[in-house]
């Protein structure tokens, strides 16, 4: 089969979806009202609520629900065939994954900003609110876990890796005081600069590889991504969301959707032939990644 058709088939489905059943969504189920104020409004504190650019939001929540996927996901797929990702891509992307992100979302912005375990204790009740956040820790830590076997393969003894990860944590940080404070709501700008500085933290990868000096303090065994990580995340926790978080997290997501893009833009152009096969045999179990069957 060629390429081009599931690239036309994607984009018509995720197209179709959006403009049907996500407004079915927004108006008959969650009945959204543009004209609610929103906790960061409400609660304004300049840490953990604050009002903020839709475009950076958009890309914070992309990003942070995105996560390890574009990652973990092909690779585990690909034992599997293509057929069965991209119908889970597809049907799972547009009947669970959407409706389960943007119900949470919006259920966590009616119950200023508190956390799934707190909507439930208010619903339910203080037993159902703790089983709650332990099941929401143990989930945090298996996920940690998961991505950090990842990253951690992904990135051990790789100072190129190391060092494009690395810097998007500085670009990140000023670009949130760049937007914060030095040119408040010039988001163009912030964008601009952040986006290239990233493609210079990319493009300078195999210089800092290279090189007899910077190589070695970029080169990091598993253990040491691992830990990092681990650091990261408390610190990116306790930090205002506007000056980590968000920024790097918009910022990534230009990385994300124009690779996307380009992936895309390559099958419109070239039109190739999906050499792959539709399910292998490794949809029964034993694959080389998972052993598992394509349906637990």
């Not at 797929?77 to 547009?94: K, S, T």
């Not at 152009?269 to 069957?293: E, K």
């Amino acid at each position: 089969m060629n390429g081009l058709y599931l690239v036309i088939i994607s984009a018509l489905v995720f197209v179709l979806a959006y403009r049907f059943y996500g407004a079915f969504i927004a108006a008959k189920v969650l009945t959204l009202n543009q004209y609610k104020v929103t906790p960061a409004f409400r609660f304004e504190d300049g840490h953990d609520y604050v009002p903020t650019n839709k475009y950076v939001v958009f890309g914070h929540h992309f990003a942070a629900i995105a996560g390890a996927g574009p990652l973990v996901g092909p690779v585990i797929a690909a034992q599997f065939g293509y057929l069965p990702g991209a119908l889970w891509i597809l049907i799972g992307g547009v009947l669970a994954g959407a409706v389960h992100d943007m119900v949470i979302l919006f259920c966590s912005m009616r119950y200023d900003g508190k956390s799934i375990a707190e909507i439930a204790k208010a619903q339910i009740g203080d037993k159902t609110g703790l089983a709650t956040s332990f099941a929401v820790l143990f989930l945090n830590i298996l996920c940690m876990a998961g991505m950090a076997v990842v990253i951690a393969n992904a990135l051990h003894d790789s100072p190129w890796g190391t060092f494009t990860i690395g810097m998007t944590i500085p670009i990140a940080i000023f670009v949130g005081i760049y937007m914060q404070f030095l040119r408040p709501g010039k988001i163009k700008e912030g964008t601009i600069i952040g986006v290239v500085l990233t493609l210079l933290a990319v493009v300078a990868g195999p210089a800092v590889q290279a090189s007899p000096t910077l190589a070695p303090l970029f080169t990091i065994n598993a253990t040491g991504i691992s830990i990092a990580l681990i650091i990261y995340g408390f610190i990116a926790a306790a930090l205002p969301v506007w000056l980590l978080l968000a920024p790097r997290d918009y910022l990534s997501t230009y990385m994300k959707i124009g690779t996307i893009g380009a992936l895309a833009l390559g099958i419109i152009i070239v039109g190739p032939n999906i050499q792959m096969p539709a399910m292998t045999q490794f949809t029964a179990g034993g694959g080389p990644v998972i052993t598992g069957a394509v349906l637990p």
